[in-house]
């Protein structure tokens, strides 16, 4: 085999411009392959990005599904009524099922939410039956009632 020493000169220049040529475009392609791979990178991570954000959206919004279902039941299990449930349920406090139920009971005894059970506080008129007259709106009885309270 012959070397390239022992070529012309003519074709020695020639070797050396075609190696210098190629050493040229493998920089050129190891630039632009490094480029892609760079560009690839950056938009896959923002891809990435993108799904782990909406990922953790829908996780939040799984998390808070269940926190209200949870509530829910935990007034149903108290024995609230269907059409007090709703917000009934807004006001609980807590975030385990055990919480929930405990604090439901709480809350039952103290807004008394019993459909069975009557309220409390009965319903009186306390001027009936006590033998009070009551003035008439108009007429003298009336006048004279404010007369009297304004000489005073």
Do not use: C
Request: net charge negative.
């Amino acid at each position: 085999m012959t070397k390239v020493e022992d070529l012309p000169d003519w074709a020695q220049k020639e070797i050396t411009d075609t190696r210098a040529e190629a050493a040229k475009y493998r920089v050129e392609k190891n630039e632009a392959v490094d480029t892609a791979v760079a560009a690839a990178q950056v938009k896959f991570q923002e891809q990435l990005d993108a799904a782990s954000n909406a990922k953790t959206e829908v996780e939040s919004k799984l998390a808070g599904a269940i926190l209200e279902t949870s509530k829910l039941k935990a007034a149903l299990g108290a024995g609230i009524p269907a059409d007090k449930v709703v917000e009934f349920s807004d006001l609980l406090k807590g975030d385990t099922d055990e919480e929930l139920k405990s604090h439901a009971t709480e809350l039952k005894k103290l807004f008394n939410v019993d459909p069975g059970k009557p309220s409390t506080v009965p319903a009186v008129d306390p001027s009936q039956g006590s033998g009070n007259e009551s003035l008439p709106l108009n007429g003298d009885p009336l006048v004279r009632a404010v007369e009297a309270i304004v000489r005073r």
